[in-house]
């Protein structure tokens, strides 16, 4: 395998649309010539440096495919409005899977062209470049110029509502919402209607959508008929012919192959989980015969929509998926904020088995809220993304990730479109975000419009990518301590508690190879300093860790502390640690003394 594809990657996840413009008007619902856009030239050789220096090893350019736009070109008309949420439009609203934005490119005609000209650029400075995957859904205005005969719904039989080798699922007129015409949510005077009405994305069967539902997209067949179950076990097997398996199987064989012969390194899948097992086994097998290749997924157990019965996300793994979305463990903090959760809860989710050392961990990505948005995760600011990044980021092995933005502390104030004001940066209209617009200096990329705690907090979100390359995160098993403390009042408990955990995480990280190990700790109060601290270090974790009579701790992450203890006294009275102030963290890294 080839090593930069075998190492843990760090990505950095950039909506194309967001991520280089640098106009500031920010009007909402605003059009592209009043908020600008975002190209793919903005991602400039200073922007690529910056991004490998703070320890970035794969991009993932979000939203490149050509999507649903009411932004017209020549050859290429608008959409309707019904068909787009926004002005921009949702980049999961695929128009196109063999093709890019139109929006993203100095020369509209040369898009793809540009586009090859910015994988050549990150491919020059050592990335691995991912893009999206989008194979549940498709924008109802779906046809493909670059591959016409590959446009989904060609040869349909919309006469009945599945059969195995149509492309989509077709409306009939017993189904709810009165039969045709299919009208979608709409306030303008040209309704949008469809006669052949198909299934919307997110399986509404349904004449009238609701404003809620995947409207603006259809729903892809896979052969198999979502509305008598998850049985799937009647698809072909993963070393089917291209001859024996349905035809939007063969169809999404081809969108992958096209973009690795363009040299994409790798796909993150949406809502993997809807699609049915068996055909994840054929593709990812078929992917790999043709080169190496990532692909990483977002799924949720807790979607009533998923095609298996089982865990979902471990059903994926068994498929061949590099990764998945660890969207319980991101839960689960941020209820230390909203819901009262403890950081001791954590334990539930750090089994041995190989999800945990095969998750992707985030602290943001484009669906969820941003860490300093005012109204989310306490209110606290984006010092919060502390202790929540360096306790994701250094739990296991897998993947890690930082949404654009993140780094300097965007907080996505103030309505901007369709989404409104949501705590998210949108993903469906033209815009910019402050934060990131001061870090890029008009393309300089210097961060010289940053404030000094936006300067800090990038530099501190290097520090800590830079670590997870150390020995002891890139290869090392986790061992939990929280579990070893509770009953030790020196542990972070404060006033009125009873046992401690509530507002810290301590565990161990050590490989067996190099003998590498720390100690991490993270106080997730947001007021108060954790101090007088001690850590119980169980007798099996001292062996685990393999210590001598003497040990030192450094630490490693975010201050010049260091300190000696002995082996002897560790599992009663604990080790002597430095004091955490609120929403802080540290990684001490264990030596012989």
Not at 39 to 65: P, Q, R, Y
Not at 514 to 528: C, D, I, K, T, Y
Request: aromatic letters at 12%; proline letters at 6%; charged letters at 25%.
């Amino acid at each position: 395998m080839n090593a930069s594809l075998a190492r843990r990657p760090r990505i950095y996840q950039l909506l194309v649309r967001t991520f280089g413009n640098t106009n500031a008007t920010r009007k909402p619902h605003g059009s592209m010539e009043e908020n600008g856009c975002g190209k793919f030239a903005d991602i400039n050789e200073a922007a690529l440096a910056s991004l490998k220096e703070m320890g970035f090893t794969h991009l993932w350019l979000t939203g490149v495919l050509e999507q649903a736009s009411t932004t017209a070109y020549p050859n290429r008309p608008a959409d309707h409005p019904e068909l787009v949420k926004g002005r921009a439009g949702s980049p999961y609203a695929i128009r196109d899977y063999f093709d890019v934005s139109p929006d993203y490119a100095v020369d509209p005609e040369r898009r793809l062209e540009e586009f090859q000209d910015l994988l050549d650029r990150c491919h020059a400075w050592g990335f691995r470049v991912l893009i999206d995957f989008v194979p549940n859904h498709v924008a109802r205005s779906y046809a493909s110029d670059v591959r016409p005969e590959l446009s989904c719904g060609t040869g349909d039989n919309p006469g009945v509502f599945f059969a195995p080798d149509n492309n989509f699922y077709y409306l009939q007129p017993w189904h709810p919402g009165g039969g045709a015409p299919l009208l979608l949510p709409g306030e303008g005077e040209e309704r949008y209607e469809e006669w052949n009405g198909r299934v919307s994305g997110n399986n509404v069967v349904h004449w009238r959508p609701g404003l809620y539902d995947w409207y603006e997209t259809v729903k892809l067949n896979y052969g198999h008929d979502f509305t008598t179950g998850r049985a799937t076990f009647h698809l072909p097997p993963a070393d089917a012919d291209l001859d024996q398996v349905p035809k939007t199987w063969r169809m999404m064989d081809a969108v992958i192959g096209y973009w690795q012969d363009k040299g994409v390194d790798g796909f993150r899948v949406d809502m993997a989980h809807m699609i049915p097992m068996e055909f994840w086994r054929w593709l990812l097998r078929r992917a790999h015969q043709r080169g190496e290749v990532y692909f990483m997924a977002e799924a949720y157990d807790n979607d009533p929509a998923k095609l298996t019965d089982g865990p979902v996300l471990e059903a994926l793994l068994d498929a061949g998926f590099d990764a998945v979305y660890d969207d319980p463990i991101y839960d689960l903090l941020m209820g230390i904020y909203d819901e009262g959760k403890w950081c001791n809860d954590l334990d539930a989710f750090t089994f041995t088995g190989a999800r945990f050392h095969r998750s992707l961990r985030y602290g943001e990505n484009h669906d969820e809220v941003r860490l300093a948005h005012p109204n989310e995760w306490g209110g606290h600011g984006m010092r919060v993304g502390k202790p929540v990044c360096a306790v994701l980021f250094s739990l296991g092995r897998g993947p890690v990730m930082v949404y654009h933005g993140q780094e300097v502390g965007e907080e996505a104030r103030g309505p901007s479109g369709f989404a409104d004001d949501n705590a998210r940066t949108t993903i469906f209209d033209y815009w910019s975000l402050p934060a990131l617009y001061a870090w890029m200096n008009g393309g300089a990329c210097d961060g010289a419009g940053l404030s000094r705690e936006q300067s800090a907090l990038r530099d501190w979100y290097g520090r800590l990518l830079r670590l997870m390359a150390e020995p002891a995160f890139e290869h090392g098993d986790f061992y939990g301590l929280n579990f070893a403390n509770r009953a030790n009042p020196q542990f972070g408990r404060v006033e009125g508690e009873s046992a401690s955990g509530h507002w810290l995480y301590a565990f161990l990280r050590r490989d067996a190879a190099s003998g590498q190990a720390f100690l991490v700790m993270a106080n997730f109060h947001p007021q108060q300093t954790l101090g007088d601290l001690r850590v119980v270090i169980p007798e099996d974790a001292q062996e685990w860790l393999a210590l001598g009579p003497h040990v030192s701790l450094t630490d490693r992450l975010d201050t010049a502390w260091t300190g000696l203890c002995g082996r002897d006294g560790l599992a009663s009275a604990g080790a002597a640690v430095p004091d955490l102030p609120p929403l802080s963290a540290v990684m001490l890294e264990v030596a012989p003394g």
